[in-house]
């Protein structure tokens, strides 16, 4: 047999064997990071040496010495640094907050514009997108704050765009109702409303799994979550008495006003998102195929049934995630109100780097929370989009 | 058998007066149903509300031209401080005779973009005219050859240095967002895992953070002695933001491609970076071109925020113009003339990137 004549095949190479050579590259990669970052690490640890600065996060402790404008939790200049950031982060997470949920509200009805056969809507609509995307936001934020800060009058000739609210130069203010116990009873009412509408819902589900008889859950809810609010009001006999702002000596007093500052930032940041999120509505809507909407009339669906179990689901799907990351573009470019001056977590932690000089542990602080912010609203979102999400083999 | 077909005369009626011409699309458009009337109304009186008092503060009351601000209050808008600080605004600091140095820079950077969206230009000398434009506004920019004096970097301002923040930012930052997208999908989990923390941590951090790391910290990274200055260190911020974001669109791109592209290159004997060059990133670069171009708004919209750490763009000339203490009072027409500027970068971009993507799916659709 000839088979002794075949010589066999040397060993390969180590150098030859995927195994090894990912292995090595992997670890000159590894090495190659580390260095860089021991490299930059030793350096910032000399420089701070040679400038004296302590590192560490020690001076939290101490006392902040600089006033904050604005603060939703008592704030005075003797209180420490850490009280100081947390003034900052609930600042942002305010005005954060307000936005996603306005910026929803004017994307959503933008988009939707957008779409309708309202010729005029539509381009009004379309001239809105267009404009406020293409425009950096924070020349939006210079604009609306020169506007409130300069352009607009001194409190006593104030513009009335709305009768109880005042647009000066000190900021705006409106009307609100005054406090009144019976505000805690709807609230109470509320909750228990929305409760009951659960249990309905589930109910409900479960008897036409069941039997096949529907429920109209839907009045119902709204009787529950609308009605119980309202008949406690009625029965109090209806509070409402309005808080509103009056001239007295050379600002408003009553009422709730909120600062240029605050007010441009929100101004900005609202249309600004609004343009992109109307633009995913948008996306989302033309997303389902009209033959799934002819699908649903043939199956006898009312138009209230077609949106929410056949059109709703699917755009949802597609809007959902780049609505994410919506949201969270909005809540980073909250902190361009530190170029404004509204005393968000950025700008407070600004002042308090130019204070002790403690930058790398300020930037990290800033940076952390961030993170923190995004990996919890991704986390939330990517939930929600799971309870939504095609379900596949 | 009667006949029961006949000959019957056709008659070419019109169509009823209401369905077509000017009246009809006034019908199907603005009024096909009450509720439309009523959002047509609406829409119609908010726009007879306030277009009026727009065009008027704009154009008939406007003051053209005026020594001051106060000489300009009026019940109009005062173009006059435009007039007064135009080049000011356009070219910031830069020394006031060399003035068309910068002016020409504008000029090859536009030219270079429209240049670039020609499709037939696409591919190696596209990038050999980006080279030598690049090199041609380095130096119009500095100067100190060709008889050109020289200028200090930190005079440059306004319009250009927008302009050169944006387009190199985004040339240095796209080959770095290519390896990081490569590393993000890559097999060996070390890389992955690297590549994957550094655009999620740059991702999830406003540009602003970045941008202070690279004011107040990366002079602490660098050795003693070893300075670098504003621009570059704002420049540098610029790149590894801008980097996550391109890694992120590139590896969209790197995704769609079929895996028996992959296969296919590994069957004839390629290399992982053979594979790479020749193979997977001509076909993923090209799928992703106008979520580039969107990025690159995005960049060039980012880049006003240099202000906070001191340079002036085109944003921070104006701040500076209406520091002026001649010219208070003004900033809502300096906004807006800033504002029509980045607008028609932007919208001519955005326009383009639209437009790509119609073309690229013109195949895709049935």
């Known amino acids: 047999m000839p088979t002794d004549t075949i010589p066999r095949p040397t060993r390969p190479s180590p150098w030859r064997n995927p195994a090894v050579r990912s292995m090595v590259v992997q670890v000159l990669f590894v090495a190659a990071v580390l260095a860089l970052g021991a490299f930059l690490v030793h350096n910032t640890v000399v420089n701070l040496r040679r400038q004296n600065i302590a590192g560490g996060f020690g001076f939290l402790d101490r006392e902040a010495a600089f006033g904050i404008g604005e603060a939703l939790i008592a704030y005075t200049p003797a209180d420490t640094y850490a009280r100081a950031f947390l003034v900052g982060l609930l600042n942002t997470l305010y005005v954060a907050g307000l936005g996603v949920v306005l910026a929803t509200i004017l994307g959503t009805v933008m988009g939707i514009a957008r779409l309708s056969r309202n010729w005029l809507v539509s381009k009004l609509a379309q001239i809105y997108v267009e404009t406020f995307r293409n425009i950096p936001l924070l020349l939006q934020l210079f604009f609306w704050w020169g506007l409130l800060r300069e352009t607009a009058p001194a409190p006593r000739l104030a513009w009335q765009p709305l009768p109880d609210v005042f647009v000066s130069n000190r900021g705006i203010a409106f009307a609100v109702p005054s406090p009144d116990p019976a505000y805690g009873w709807m609230a109470l009412a509320f909750l228990v409303g929305l409760a009951a509408t659960i249990g309905a819902f589930r109910w409900a589900r479960q008897r036409q799994a069941q039997t096949g008889q529907q429920f109209p859950t839907g009045w119902i809810g709204l009787g529950l979550v609308v009605g119980l609010p309202l008949a406690m009001f009625l029965l109090s006999g209806a509070p409402l008495t309005l808080d509103r702002p009056e001239m007295k000596g050379f600002n408003f007093t009553g009422g709730h ?53 056949i059109v709703l689901p699917q755009a949802l799907r597609v809007i959902i995630p780049p609505m994410t990351s919506q949201y969270l573009s909005l809540t980073k470019n909250s902190s361009l109100a530190v170029a404004i001056g509204y005393p968000d977590l950025v700008s407070v932690t600004n002042t308090m780097i130019n204070q002790t000089g403690q930058a790398v542990e300020g930037i990290a602080m800033i940076m952390a929370v961030y993170l923190t912010i995004s990996l919890i609203i991704s986390a939330l979102m990517n939930v929600y989009n799971r309870s939504v999400a095609l379900v596949e083999r | 058998m009667t006949d029961v077909t006949q000959e019957l005369p056709i008659v070419v009626e019109p169509p009823p007066p209401a369905t077509a011409g000017p009246l009809g699309w006034l019908r199907a458009n603005l009024f096909s149903n009450v509720f439309n009337t009523i959002l047509t109304i609406l ?155 550094y655009i999620e941590l740059i991702r999830g951090v406003p540009l602003i953070t970045v941008l ?155």
């Not at chain 2, 100067?143 to 004096?149: A, E, K, Q, V």
């Open chain 2, 212 to 366: 202070f790391m690279a004011s107040v910290m990366l002079p602490l990274f660098l050795p003693a002695g070893m300075t670098i200055d504003k621009l570059l260190r704002a420049q540098v911020a610029i790149i590894l933001f801008a980097a996550a974001y391109l890694a992120e669109v590139v590896r969209g791109g790197l995704q769609a491609i079929p895996k028996g592209q992959i296969e296919a290159a590994d069957a004839l004997g390629l290399t992982y970076w053979q594979r790479t060059r020749r193979i997977v990133l001509p076909q993923a670069l090209a799928l992703v071109i106008p979520p580039l171009v969107n990025t690159f708004i995005g960049t060039f919209k980012d880049t006003t925020l240099v202000i906070i750490i001191g340079l002036f763009d085109l944003l921070g000339t104006i701040n500076a113009a209406l520091n002026d203490a001649n010219w208070r009072g003004t900033s809502t027409e300096a906004y807006i003339f800033a504002a029509a500027i980045y607008f028609c970068f932007c919208f001519f971009m955005s326009r383009y990137s639209q437009m790509l993507e119609r073309e690229f799916n013109k195949g895709r659709r049935q």
């Open chain 2, 43 to 197: 829409a119609a009186a908010l726009l007879a509300v306030t277009i009026p008092p727009i065009i008027r503060w704009a154009l008939f009351d406007a003051i053209w031209t005026a020594p001051n601000s106060r000489a300009c209050r009026g019940a109009g808008a005062c173009w006059a401080f435009i007039h007064e600080k135009l080049r000011f605004i356009l070219f910031g600091t830069f020394p006031y005779e060399e003035q068309w140095r910068p002016l020409l820079a504008v000029v090859i950077f536009i030219a270079l973009i429209v240049a670039s969206c020609d499709r037939r230009l696409w591919g190696r000398s596209l990038a050999f005219l980006w080279l030598l434009g690049l090199v041609a506004v380095g130096v119009l920019m500095w100067g100190g050859i060709f008889g050109l004096s020289f200028v200090g970097n930190q005079l440059w301002s306004g319009l250009p240095l927008t302009l050169i923040l944006a387009v190199v930012g985004m040339a240095f930052a796209f080959p770095l967002a290519i390896l990081l997208a490569l590393g993000r999908r890559s097999q060996l989990p070390a890389v992955r895992t690297i590549c994957v923390a």
């Open chain 1, 257 to 309: 006003a909120v600062s240029p500052e605050f007010a441009a930032l929100l101004l900005g940041l609202v249309i600004y998102s609004g343009t992109f999120i109307a633009e995913i509505v948008r996306a989302g809507i033309l997303a389902v195929s009209w033959g799934q909407t002819e699908a649903a009339m043939a199956l006898g669906l009312h138009p209230i049934q077609r949106m929410r179990l």
